[in-house]
């Protein structure tokens, strides 16, 4: 078995090999699909075929003036042995948002979704079965025009790779530890914040490292303009859950262009819903959360992304003090909604919200189709796990 990218397994027993601890997008597929889009021609049809390196011209406008935007989604295998994409229209729909921030060719979400479901198709051996695993998809857009004018360029490919992956990055679900980030922000308002452009991450490394260095996981955003209300995380969009009388209150910070806007997320936000659990889109000042923490009002606190998936968030560094959240461990509430949102991505309870979109062999995609009645096995339960 190897770990380059795009070597792929060299056989049936190192693919079950990998399937059962993938990790996070150490082993690709070996499979690729690229849409080209061109200012004469528009854009291409999918064309699926091998892992290959990208033969790109040093002055290529993408690599020195930023525009690149990409996605992250999943296809899941149902217990009957299907394969499903999550949301792709909505991650589609969201790359073409990205992409039209940076004055970049908006690709058609249909167009994205046929480019996910023909390579879920070629790799779909590689979609593991256990509970929380999936095929991970990460399309790139990028502009391939050599030219050192500052404009927007007039050809870009889109290459989606294929990855088989645990969730949360392999961690297993193990609380985070974040930091508030004194020095610096990641995004202002009009700025490019909500848009999952390449620059935004590279822009969070530098405290991110410095922040895992000092024992952390990831740097909990503050705003850009006074660092009073919390935003995100680096990689993950971020829940509250709030004692409220007997009962629990969400809120998560308001999409107001400073933050991914996760379709992780907004899954929960409908999710929480369906459970009775009032959740609302709602500005947390970073003083709110410590003295929540403090007097035991603030019960727990959530990550969510699609690599991420629901993971809880144990301890917070604020102001030079760390404070542990509850006990420290998850809550009952992460992980109702982190089952409730696994649950419906593996076809074990009624996609009733139409976020399912199977994929058959050919990659012609049949929307919705996966049976629920598969009986419910505890989480960590599937094929290989
Ligand atoms: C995802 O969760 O899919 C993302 O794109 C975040 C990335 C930093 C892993």
Same mark, same amino acid.
Request: glycine share 12%; with cysteine.
């Given at each position: ?19 059962? $601890? ?22 291409? =049809?999918?064309?699926?075929?091998? +892992? ?12 020195? +003036? ?8 999943? !296809? ?22 990205? !992409?039209?921030?940076?004055?970049? =060719? ?5 167009? /994205? ?13 590689? *979609?593991?079965? &256990?509970?929380?695993?999936?095929? +991970? @998809? ?21 290459? /989606? ?16 530890? *974040? ?7 990641? =995004? #202002? ?8 452009? =390449? ?16 024992? +952390? ?12 209300? *919390? ?6 969009? #971020? /829940? /509250? ?30 999710? $929480? ?18 003295? &929540? ?5 603030? $019960? ?15 301890? @917070?560094? $604020? ?5 542990? #959240? ?27 919200? %139409? ?13 919705? *189709? ?10 960590? %339960?599937?094929?290989?796990?």
């Amino acid at each position: 078995m190897s770990d380059k990218p795009g070597s792929g397994a060299s056989g049936p027993t190192d693919l079950q090999d990998i399937l059962r $601890a993938p990790g996070f997008c150490r082993h690709s597929t070996g499979h690729t699909a690229v849409v080209e889009w061109d200012a004469d021609t528009g854009w291409s =049809a999918p064309a699926v075929g091998p +892992y290959a390196t990208l033969p790109l011209d040093p002055a290529t406008l993408g690599l020195h +003036y930023g525009q690149a935007v990409f996605e992250g989604l999943k !296809a899941f295998r149902g217990e009957d042995g299907s394969v499903s994409l999550f949301r792709p229209d909505d991650h589609g729909r969201r790359l073409a948002r990205s !992409a039209e921030r940076l004055a970049m =060719a908006e690709m058609p979400a249909d167009l /994205f979704t046929r480019a996910c479901a023909q390579l879920v198709a070629a790799a779909e051996e590689w *979609v593991p079965g &256990g509970y929380g695993q999936s095929l +991970y @998809i990460r399309p790139l857009l990028l502009a391939t025009e050599a030219d050192l004018g500052l404009r927007p360029s007039r050809r870009y490919r889109c290459v /989606f790779l294929a990855y088989p992956a645990d969730p949360c990055f392999g961690s297993g679900f193990r609380p985070l530890a *974040v930091t508030t980030a004194t020095e610096t922000v990641r =995004a #202002v308002r009009g700025g490019t914040g909500e848009s999952k452009c =390449a620059g935004n991450y590279a822009a969070s490394l530098l405290t991110r490292t410095r922040a895992q260095a000092a024992g +952390y996981d990831e740097v909990l955003w503050l705003d850009g303009l006074d660092r009073r209300r *919390v935003e995100e995380l680096s990689t993950m969009n #971020v /829940f /509250f859950v709030w004692r409220d009388g007997d009962g629990s209150r969400l809120t998560t910070p308001p999409c107001e262009g400073t933050i991914v806007r996760g379709l992780t997320r907004d899954s929960l936000l409908t999710l $929480a819903g369906d459970l009775g659990l009032p959740a609302v889109q709602e500005p947390t000042a970073i003083d709110d959360v410590v003295d &929540g923490v403090r007097s035991g009002r603030l $019960a727990e606190m959530f990550a969510c992304g699609t690599a991420g998936v629901v993971v809880a968030v144990g301890r @917070i560094g $604020a102001g030079g003090e760390d404070l542990t #959240v509850g006990d420290g461990r998850e809550g009952p509430v992460t992980r109702r909604l982190r089952t409730a949102l696994l649950d419906v991505q593996h076809g074990r309870t009624p996609d009733k919200h %139409g976020w399912l979109l199977r994929v058959g062999a050919t990659g012609a995609a049949h929307a919705h *189709v996966i049976p629920t009645d598969a009986p419910h096995t505890d989480e960590g %339960g599937g094929r290989n796990a």
